[in-house]
């Protein structure tokens, strides 16, 4: 009896395991207002009407919509019952599929000082810097913090204490560094249609944090 009611248990989990992380975005109105979304969906336009599909831009966007707002809808009723477990047994399976190419990217850069010294760069994403901090920063459950914090608009509470811990991190690799300051450049990503442009970089989410601090 034991076997196939474990054998029953192993397959449900595994369905909603599965059916958690399919990756359905939800679509909103505000998303397909990006220049970035608008160029892609133009670009649709002229790939459908090549095999026969004569649609315009508005059109394409309000079905896109309708499709995205049932297939949310869909999924979330079918993993709602699997959602009272899976935190507290830690077997969440979500997995955020981006729509379309961020127009906003954040890209970290950590610089250190010494006592009365100058900043000097200690890492620039995506693969410059210190090899043995880069090591450490690409690591997959270390950078999915930093990774994801770099393109929302309030880093929260996680990230600041995730500055905290690589600070210490960071004072213990390089005992010539005493303060460490921790950035995102938030850059603009033009699309082809807008390259006449050039859109200058933006210093977001600053944190400093001294050695002195940790003693």
Not at 14 to 19: D, Q
Not at 40 to 60: C, F, K, S
Not at 149 to 172: H, S
Request: hydrophobic letters at 40%; charged letters at 30%.
């Amino acid at each position: 009896m034991w076997p196939n009611v474990r054998a029953a248990l192993i397959t449900l989990v595994l369905f909603f395991c599965v059916a958690e992380a399919m990756p359905l975005p939800t679509l909103k109105k505000r998303h397909m207002n990006r220049t970035v979304a608008q160029d892609e969906a133009d670009r649709w336009v002229d790939i459908l009407g090549g095999v026969g599909v004569d649609m315009d831009r508005q059109t394409l966007v309000k079905k896109v919509l309708q499709v995205s707002r049932k297939t949310g809808k869909f999924h979330n009723q079918l993993i709602r019952p699997w959602k009272k477990f899976e935190r507290p047994l830690g077997m969440g399976q979500r997995w955020a599929l981006f729509t379309f190419t961020d127009p906003n990217p954040g890209r970290m850069v950590i610089e250190g000082r010494g006592s009365g010294g100058d900043w000097f760069e200690l890492y620039r994403a995506p693969m410059g810097g210190e090899p043995e901090l880069a090591k450490l920063l690409h690591y997959r459950k270390v950078r999915g913090i930093w990774d994801d914090a770099g393109d929302r608009p309030y880093p929260g509470k996680l990230f600041d204490r995730w500055v905290t811990w690589v600070g210490g991190r960071i004072f213990e690799m390089y005992p010539n560094v005493d303060v460490i300051r921790l950035r995102f450049d938030r850059i603009e990503i033009i699309p082809p249609s807008k390259r006449h442009r050039t859109v200058p970089e933006k210093t977001v989410f600053e944190r400093k944090r001294f050695r002195e601090d940790y003693r």
